[in-house]
């Protein structure tokens, strides 16, 4: 019986530290699935179904609910001048100022290569368009030791002023290119004006 036991406790144990490495592997995928590997933040699938979700639920007051488009200005030259390496500093550091910008209820999504996706809740538009001025202006005071300044472009786009979440995107994407050729390191929250 006491080798019964023992055999039995030893199935167990190591049935159990396999089902243990079975789960840490599926929080790793999932962490994987959902995160930007570099930044941590929330990659641009995860917060294209978090902005889907919230647009959803934006219902009778759709301008408290704000698509933000934010690109760095000439980081191609960073990545040129000081390696990529270097410019995936820049991309942490950034992503970290950000983020430490918004509330909880907010979210910061690296959406792709420079270029980030702000969700701001529970603001109104002249709320959303003073963080996202602060945000502008904290960027554009940060330095980074052995770094050129950087700036960033913002397009701001509130729910209020489409009908569904691609046509939110579209919208900040065009305000964001619209700062750019106003000439960089600003926010563009309407069709011709921008700080």
């Known amino acids: 019986m ?19 490495r079975a789960h840490l592997r599926s929080d790793a995928l999932a962490t994987l699935a959902f995160t930007d590997p570099l930044t941590g933040l929330l990659n641009r699938r995860s917060g294209h179904e978090k902005l889907t979700e919230l647009f959803g639920r934006a219902g009778a007051q759709p301008d408290r609910l704000a698509a933000v488009l934010v690109d ?43 270029e980030f996706l702000l969700i701001l809740t529970g ?22 030791p052995g770094f050129p300044p950087v700036t960033v472009s ?13 046509d939110l995107l ?13 000439g960089r390191d600003r926010v563009m929250d309407r069709a011709r004006t921008g700080t």
Do not use: C
């Open 2 to 20: 006491t080798g019964f036991a023992a055999t039995l406790i030893w199935f167990l144990s190591a049935h159990g530290q396999s089902l243990y």
């Open 123 to 144: 603001r109104d538009p002249q709320g959303a368009r003073a963080a996202v001025r602060q945000i502008v202006d904290a960027v554009r005071v940060y330095r980074m």
């Open 170 to 182: 579209a919208l900040a994407d065009e305000r964001l290119y619209a700062a750019k050729e106003a």
């Open 154 to 166: 913002a397009g701001l786009a509130l729910a209020s002023e489409v009908r569904s979440v691609p």
């Open 72 to 114: 760095i200005d000439h980081f191609k030259r960073v990545n040129d001048s000081l390696g990529h390496h270097r410019g995936d500093e820049v991309l942490i550091a950034l992503a970290e100022l950000m983020e430490g910008s918004v509330t909880p209820q907010d979210a910061v999504i690296r959406w792709g290569g420079e």
